[in-house]
């Protein structure tokens, strides 16, 4: 078994702002781009699509831009969001989970821990926690597989 | 694991298994080992750990960013009232 650093992030930061305002720029589609992708949709429900591009810089064709995509799982205005965050068109990616969590703190401040976990990172796990990764990998393989022939 | 292990839990024959693995291998995504006449699979895990340390990158600037971002709005829209 491997302890859970090896399949998350996990980030905690402080900002001088309330809640509200850093639920705003964490979910509102144009205020996510002046921080984050160059282009951002995000339906602010359970289930709602979600998808950032970001431009490669200095680049003049934009083929290798990347979008990684999912979908909400979870939407509670001011507190927390969730989302699914998997890149389809990188072999190997796994689907791994975005979650946002905001705590409101004393002098209008606000604590956001954000986790984003799922990375397969362990060779010696059980196989009930393996399963899900063969599985995946061998749903890629499928892909892989009609491709090259 | 071996090929005849990872057969038990997919509706799929040993040698179709093998044939998948081989392909995962040639793609980089699982690990060979040799053991006698037998071959040992296993995820290729710097592949993902090596995603993983680009996530940690990218959201270390980002939270910066969003930090900056939502802090100047605030002292911008604070000198407005």
Redesign the interface.
Known sequence: MISTN??E?R?I?V???PPD??FK??SDEK?LT???PDLAVLEPRIGGKVRFTFYRKNSENQDRDHSPEGEVLEFIPNQKISYTWEHKDV????R?IVTWQLEHIGNNKTR?E?V?SG?????NEM?DE??E??NY??D??VV??NI?M | MFPSELAEHFDMTLAGVSTHLRILRDADLVKEKREGQRRLYSLNTEATLEIKNFYDQMWSNNLNSLKEFVENKKRKEGKRK
């Open positions: 090896d399949r992030i980030k930061v900002i001088d702002a305002m850093v720029a964490i205020e002046e921080w984050f072999a190997g990616f796994p791994t956001i954000l984003h990375f397969i990172g362990a060779e196989y393996h399963r990764g063969w990998y061998l890629r393989l892989y597989y090259k």
